[in-house]
C-alpha cells in the first residue's frame, strides 16, 4: 500500500457518509450490520436495495484470496448492492418500528476466494473486518421493484431464498405482519449448515406469536432437529411446500418471492435462434411454478406475474 496513514484519513473523510452502529456476527463468515447515514434514512418500502461501499486502502480478513491493486486502485472504494434486512422484533418479541429507526439493516455473507483465475473479492473480506463506529460510504438512494406491491390482504405469501437471500424476505414478512396480513404467510430458507440460518431464532418467536406465519429453516448439508435436509425445488416436487402452508398452491391467490442462487430460480430465457422461451437446467422453481400455472415476472414485457424474483449474482 502506498498510500499514507494521512492520506487514509482525508479518503475516510471524502469518500464515507455513513456509521456502522451495530454488527453481530452469527459466525466468521455471517453478519447482521446496521449503518446509520449522515443523511436522513431515504424513504424506500420491503424488498428493496441499496449500496455499500468500502476504500480498497482498507484491510482485509486474514487468509482470503490474494489481492493484487494497481497503484491508481488503492484509492478507490469498491461498492456493491446489498437488500435490505430486518431483524423484525425487539427484545421484548414486539415488532421492530423499523419507521423510527435512522439505520438501514444488513445480512452478508464473507466471500473469501472467488476461484482461480478470478479476480479476489474485494468488498465482503474487508466488511468483515468491520467494528461497531467504523465509517462506511453507504449509497444515498434505495431503489427495487421485488416488492409487495401486488399482494392483496386475503393472499398467501410465499418466500423461498437461499443463504442471504432471505434478507429482503425478512423485510418483506415483518411489513406483512405489521400491517395485520389475513393471508397465510410462508418463508423457507435454505442453507449449507444450520449455523448459517442467522434470523432462525427471530423466526421462532414470530411462528409462536402470529398464527398465519410459518418458517422452514433448510440445511443441504446436515439434517439437525428443526431442519430439513432438503433443497428449495424438492419442496415443490415433493407436495411438501403445500402441507406446511395448509392449503394447495393456488395460482389465483398465491404470490411467491425467489431470492438467491439464480440456479434455484431458473430464469427462462429466449432463444437467440428460436426466439421461443427456455428454461435453463437444472430445473428452478420457476419452470416448476409455472407447470401448476403461475407465471413470471417478465421484465422484457413489463408484465407482472404471481411469480417475483431477484437473483443475488
Known sequence: ???TPEQITELRQQRYNGTVVYLQKAHSDLMILRVKPDFPRPKHVAGQYCSLGLGNWEIRVPGTQEE???EAEESKVVRRAYSLSCSMLQDDHSLFPMEQQEWLEFYIVLVRDNGEGNKAPQLTPRLFMLKEG??????EKITGHYTLDHVKPQDNVIFLGTGTGEAPHNYMVWELLKKGHQGKILSAS???LSRDLGYLSTHQKLMSRFDNYRYLPLTTRELQPGTHKVYIQDLITSGELERQLGTTLSPETTHVYLCGNPKMIGVPVKNPTTGLREYPEPTGVIELLERM???ADDARTKTKGNIHFEEYW
Open 134 to 139: 467504523d465509517r462506511i460510504n453507504v449509497g
Open 190 to 192: 435454505c442453507v449449507r
Open 293 to 295: 400455472g403461475f407465471k
Open 68 to 70: 493484487v491493486l494497481s
Open 1 to 3: 500500500m502506498s498510500l
